[in-house]
């Protein structure tokens, strides 16, 4: 993380150009990063095997959920510590770090355990949402709750027949006429959605106004607190906003994922009527981004994993002949498709980390930069990412969470090694926040195609500058070869692509899924070079540091083993929707 | 099944030449099927979700196992009905009827449920071991209640310290100069080795005579009944061979995973001493086959249930313009990329089936024919396929679980709808019987390597002929040209890296899995130009059965969609080893 963010992003620097965090220096950032890490590796981890064992139990009576044991003196923990407030807006009690840095502390709490980060993951969301369309009031009432963490927040969208396509939602809001609201209806799949580490859960619920247009302009966002807040702040009556059910998940156990049914339970009005999606989407994006995240976390600690074990385990010899002739069998690290399979998750992790710390801090350049232009770029970059990150990460993290259980062997199917949960738990973020699918259209439908490739233009010129300054470095050359080829390919083919979806919008939906991975190893080649072009820099100034080298190591990898992935791709994303629609023989 | 079967293989005129199965009609296998088939359906996949839901229990005081509610009753159906003994030797009580139809039957049963079809799958390996083994003493006694299924069987390989690396196994076997031996040690990851299903279990135990040789050398197999057996065929003593624990486990909840115990339980020598690997590879290979089929079988229900799902859920409007004007929303199905994650399922099974099925053929001319040469050959071909078979149709098979997952967005996450557990139990098939990884270096160092690729080019024979034969047809063109230039690749492809490997060996450990992907592409594309090749003469003939334009409509969604892959794994398998083993930076 450091070098990413000292090496490699120089966002000190960066940050320089913004009043707000003109005055940071790399020490604070690191000593954050340091201490955060320690919380999540000594305070969270310790809970995370146990916690999926255990799960969230429902009281049917009280519609009480209590957590797994240790997750609420964990939680507690990280109120006391002020971890909550990392990121946070100083006028509501927030320590005002950027964005970055809670996303690294995030990252590190999301290899710890990503049932228990969701806790707060999802608190975060619902700050971020009532901060950019709360009315004052909302905001001095629930901002510095959600900001000190004694209060958690969650985001009630899905309902038992859309979620997807939530203008088939029919939870509706009655006016009472007082400014207040009552809700009725069902929510299903509600992350977080009841819990005791908190004495209040600040419910945000999309649902109907009376007179709402149908479909998804008529959707209106409701702040539904379990409990009401009296005028001195003290908690009053219980809302009638009830927990009837938890899921039985494939993992995150430790997350309760609540069925909420609300009767009528009194709300307010978040932002205008009937542009509750608009105001949802700003939760949306940053969760899109935490998601992405969640698996960049996983990545990298069943990597960790993996790696220990594959030093350990003794099996069979190495093909070229014994390695570890003091032992009765090597260490299976020495075997060519072990080593495969660990470095794919590493140079999953690396890449990932380096494109998802490069989108927080462009996104706060989008937030605070002073100048409108670069605001505004950031903003259309960081657009473009977010659905790669979500996407192209929480693959990444499920094949590399599928890959370090492999190196487990047999051992890797059993609970009490980690090793499966982390790939159960990978499992979800490839769907939530908008399924990969949804993602790949959102990629390529509007923020390529919409205006006409320009927003990839932008990035596109980022990597051309780097093929300009480092297409002459012979050393270079094995990184910056593929990529300015692919970045010469993706032009054309996002063309193509175009091309035939103007003529049947189908085609690019049949393409989406294939382009967005494109995309990623479009993206990833190119903080691959970056990164490899600052270890060669070191290496050439005399350093012997091995980190340096195994920088290099590893975007060699990257090219030569995953980033070739993208062949394929081209071949199959040009085949055309035909071999998809005029199937109807098939699917039957 | 019926299609492959009899349009495409043509199995009975095949089997004509063994005079085994000289009489046998297809109205008699259709039949089996069909019944099988209702077996299958109405008394074994109500048991799937609740089992896993329920899973095995241990009772620590007598080491017995309880199994999931109705698994006991359904295996005395099993039993009752003389399910066991389909294509067991007609000399211990078995039907003999060919290994393909049990095949069939067997990928039904792992539709149903993987974890209840490994009770009596373990047991029909046993019976294969000791057949192939077993002393007439041995064959005699427990050969009828293993075919009946009155008694079931398990393979006793691994222990904590090895599982592919057999060699380091330190059970031992003590003569006791009476024929008998006393077995001690600790067993791991027992498939059924404890349960409620019968009232006697035979174990097939791999361990070492005082004075074996070092290694994989001296290793001996071992029957350890779970109950002595007296003359008159009653059982007599309690066996000192206890179930010391089960394990949690991702998937297969239903299927107990014993840890077993031996001290100084009594065991008689099966086949040679020393030579118990050999004499355990009868049952390996059969397993290896058979784990293909487990998620052959997975397969095939999870598309059915996604399919079903995605015509009935509901969920934004196609891109192309409403298709369902009558429904709130169109059915998911209309979107291209959930056709796309339904065809890669149905193609995984179809090819997979044909593949599957032509093993099991091919095993019956391997065993059964009259002609030494066809035996040899077919032999050698099942040799070269059972790798492919087991890696490359559960590689398949965890991908087409997870697209089929994924079609039911938020919901397939839930354990009720099924999806997920499907995804579960797939994963231990990419594990278990020898990792994916060993395949590929079983098929390509051994069986294509070894013998400088004569046994590939026997099969490539097979290709070549086909070529031949619809090369000359132009609407076979679109099969026919992409296998054709595969096959050309394929030649130079091994080539290649059998140069490499002549120099340095890893290179084959860097290539293999890889390699072994782009081989089952091979054999997948043969069969599919096969399949499309009798779909387009039906069609000629006047056919218009939708039955067979679903058939062209999948090879061609196959070659257009999946097909493709191999460009990038050959390239990725050509870039050496070096970006493998030169990372010990990177590996720290």
């Known amino acids: 993380m450091q070098f990413v963010m000292h090496e490699v992003l120089n966002v000190v620097d960066e940050f320089k150009a913004l009043p707000k965090h003109a005055d940071l220096d790399a020490d604070t950032l690191n000593a954050v990063l340091e201490e955060g890490g320690k919380f999540a590796a000594e305070v969270v981890q310790p809970l995370n095997l146990r916690g999926d064992a255990e799960g969230c139990t429902l009281d049917k009576a009280t519609h009480e959920v209590t957590t797994p044991t240790g997750f609420k003196d964990a939680y507690a923990q990280f109120v006391e510590g002020g971890w909550a407030a990392l990121s946070c807006d100083p006028e509501y009690g927030g320590q005002g770090l950027p964005l970055l840095i809670n996303q690294c502390f995030y990252e590190m709490l999301n290899s710890a355990s990503q049932a228990w980060t969701m806790y707060p993951g999802l608190s975060h969301g619902a ?116 927990c009837t059910g938890l899921e039985h998940k494939m993992g995150i156990h430790a997350n309760a994922t609540a069925q909420l049914s609300l009767d009528g339970a009194i709300g307010t009005l978040v932002g205008e009527p009937n542009k509750g999606l608009q105001a949802m989407f700003v939760m949306m994006n940053t969760a899109r981004l935490g998601v992405g995240n969640q698996s960049l976390g996983l990545t990298e600690v069943a990597y960790q994993n993996a790696l220990a074990y594959a030093k350990e385990r003794l099996q069979m010899r190495s093909l070229s002949g014994t390695k570890a002739k003091d032992k009765p069998a090597d260490p299976i690290i020495v075997h060519p498709d072990v080593r495969k399979m660990l470095l794919t998750a590493k140079a999953y992790a690396e890449g990932g980390r380096a494109m998802a710390m490069y989108g927080a801090m462009i996104a706060e350049k989008a937030h605070h930069h002073p100048d409108d232009k670069v605001r505004k770029d950031s903003e259309e970059i960081l657009g473009l990412l977010t659905p790669i990150v979500k996407a192209f990460l929480t693959d990444n993290g499920f094949a590399a969470t599928n890959h370090c259980m492999q190196v487990f062997g047999g051992h890797g199917y059993i609970h009490e090694t980690g090793a499966e949960q982390f790939v159960r738990d990978a499992r979800i973020n490839m769907i939530y926040e908008g399924t990969n699918t949804v993602q790949s259209l959102d990629l390529l439908g509007r923020k390529i195609l919409q205006n006409q490739g320009a927003t990839l233009k932008k990035f596109g010129k980022q990597i051309e500058a780097l093929i300009a300054e480092e297409g002459v470095n012979e050393k270079m050359a094995e990184f910056i070869n593929p990529l300015a080829t692919l970045a010469d390919q993706m032009t054309k083919f996002t063309t193509e692509i175009g091309f035939k979806g103007f003529v049947n919008a189908d085609e690019v939906g049949g393409a989406s899924v294939d382009y967005l991975r494109v995309a990623g190893h479009l993206v990833f080649g190119y903080f691959f070079a970056r990164m490899a072009s600052v270890a060669l820099k070191k290496i050439g100034e005399g350093s012997t540091d091995p980190f340096y080298t195994a920088k290099l190591q590893t975007a060699r990898f990257y090219f030569a083993r995953l980033f070739p992935e993208t062949a394929s791709l081209m071949r199959t994303a040009r085949s055309g929707v035909a071999n998809l629609l005029d199937t109807d023989a098939a699917l039957t």
């Open 127 to 242: 700050y971020e949402a009532l901060h950019a369309h709360g009315t004052d009031e909302q905001k001095k009432t629930f901002l510095p709750k959600l900001v000190s963490g004694e209060w958690t927040g969650t985001m009630c969208l899905t309902e038992p027949h859309c979620g997807t396509d939530l203008g088939l939602l029919t939870t509706r809001a009655e006016p009472q006429g007082d400014g207040t609201y009552r809700v009725t209806g069902n929510k299903i799949f509600i992350s977080a959605g009841e819990h005791d580490l908190a004495p209040n859960i600040i419910h945000l619920v999309l649902a109907r106004l009376p007179d709402a247009p149908k479909g998804s302009k008529g959707i209106s966002l409701f702040l539904v607190p379990k409990y009401h807040v009296k005028p001195d702040g003290s908690l009053g009556e219980r809302n009638p906003i009830f």
